[in-house]
């Protein structure tokens, strides 16, 4: 049986690991290389590598760090921001990178998604999606990597959503941002929404404060898998605890 | 003892030469008709479309140079699935080296496709490709095709449909998961492979 995966996220800036709340008032948290090997030791079945500057910087990431993590890894990962052109997806591809997340350019061009697709395949193209609550309504948020410059895209998120599938995206990351770094659980009202309106892999990202969050989202909701990175970061919840409290609920986690 | 990556232009390259770098192997990429001819094993990656991998290949005038290798060879993923006859993904034919095409998961409200994730393997063949692993080990797969249950099947294993999770035809293996990317779990099959003789 296919096994729900933990994901730690590293939110990358400047080539070092941090962390905001809400996305904003980021703090260094430790060395890329470090945590990743860390989490992959303790068990963590994927990592995501956020360089949340490179989108609204209109720059890409560090090739180099995604080598020397490709090249100590033996579990997969996949990178984010600011990823533009096929070719830039191309070279974290050929830097060891498993899949690529893309966000703001999927939005400000949605043919983007359809061209990554038919160049690399589904598998490896996720889209990432911040999106908030309010008043009942999901919507979705880009260039959240920086307060200054984040605005409200005009998309609502469960139409988006299916239209990523639709495009061709191999997977769904939805951030929820009502719940980005406050720890009281994530969103599963929203994630249930989303995950009626496609059928593609969904990650449940914002809010894993305990470890009973990560039960709850995976018996409340159908999500594939869950990412959390303060928790972690922190030592607050240790991701080999985490999967051995899961296993004893019931839930389907790889040793 | 060498063993060569064959430069599919497919992506996932650098993590399999340095999955197998991590076993101490001598590795090298290449297209190369006389490299590939001359190594001690071959690896057929492959992470992309079927025909973009195919078209590779044919563009390398690599076809001929692969089926007829008799040194242990590994497909990995979308390079597993070129050995058979073609896919329901495209329309270029496969290397046509076992009987089968592959064939694509239904989507359904409770199985996703792509099919992401570790997933577990079953019914284990005795092949030395396996040595070593326990029924229902974890295993990273990602893909939306798959090759049915044949007569090349070393492992199984389940994802709304019951598919060949790794196959074996005479000096070709394959394994439709990514052992690069498969923790301990898949170190020990690309020792394994490694250690073929």
Same mark, same amino acid.
């Given at each position: 049986m296919l096994s729900k995966r933990i994901i730690p996220c590293l939110d990358v800036k400047d080539g070092k690991v941090v962390k905001g709340v809400q996305f904003k008032n980021h703090e260094i948290v430790g060395d890329i290389l470090n945590l990743a090997e860390r989490y992959s030791n303790e068990g963590a079945d994927e990592l995501v590598f956020y360089d949340i500057t490179a989108s609204a910087d209109g720059t890409t990431i560090n090739t180099n760090w995604v080598n020397a993590v490709a090249e100590k890894l033996a579990i997969p990962f996949c990178v984010a921001g600011g990823i533009r052109s096929l070719e830039d997806a191309a070279k974290r591809f050929e830097s060891g990178a498993d899949k690529i997340s893309i966000n703001s350019p999927a939005l400000e061009r949605p043919d983007f998604i359809n061209e990554l697709v038919a160049a690399f395949g589904s598998q490896s193209i996720v889209v990432g999606i911040d999106s908030k609550e309010r008043d009942g309504n999901y919507s979705i948020y880009q260039y959240t990597g920086r307060p200054d410059q984040m605005q409200k895209a005009n998309r609502n998120t469960l139409d988006w959503a299916h239209e990523v599938a639709e495009r061709g995206a191999g997977e769904i990351v939805l951030n929820c941002m009502n719940q980005d770094g406050v720890?009281?659980?994530?969103d599963l009202r929203q994630l249930n929404a989303v995950r009626d309106a496609t059928t593609i892999p969904l990650i449940a990202s914002g809010g894993a404060g305990q470890m009973c969050h990560f039960q709850d989202v995976f018996t409340d909701t159908n999500v594939d898998g869950a990412l959390a990175a303060s928790v972690f970061h922190k030592e607050i919840i240790s991701i080999s605890e985490l999967k051995l409290f899961l296993r004893q609920k019931g839930v389907r986690i790889r040793p | 003892m060498k063993t060569v990556i064959v430069n599919s232009g497919c992506a996932n390259i650098a993590s399999v030469k340095f999955a197998f770098e991590r076993l101490g192997a001598n590795v090298n990429v290449s297209s190369d008709l006389q490299e590939i001819s001359k190594a001690d094993r071959v690896i057929l990656p492959g992470v992309g479309t079927f025909d973009f991998a195919m078209s590779g290949l044919i563009k390398n005038q690599l076809i001929n140079a692969i089926k007829s290798l008799s040194q242990p060879v590994l497909g990995i993923c979308l390079g597993m699935q $070129?050995?058979?006859? +073609?896919?329901?993904? +495209?329309v270029t034919q496969g290397l046509g080296l076992a009987k089968g095409i592959a064939d694509k998961f239904l989507s359904e409200p409770n199985l996703p496709v792509p099919h992401m994730g570790w997933n577990q393997l079953e019914n $284990?063949?005795?092949?030395p490709l396996l040595k070593g692993l326990d029924e229902g080990s974890y295993v990273y797969f990602v893909h939306s095709y798959f090759i049915p249950l +044949?007569? /090349? /099947?070393l492992a199984e294993t389940t994802y709304g449909t019951t598919f060949s999770a790794s196959v074996r035809k005479e000096n070709f293996w394959g394994c439709q998961f990514h052992p690069e990317r498969s923790s301990d779990v898949g170190a020990t099959i690309l020792n394994n492979f490694l250690k073929l003789s």
């Open positions: 720890r009281k659980g994530y | $070129l050995y058979f006859e +073609g896919s329901a993904e +495209g $284990l063949s005795d092949d +044949g007569e /090349t /099947t």
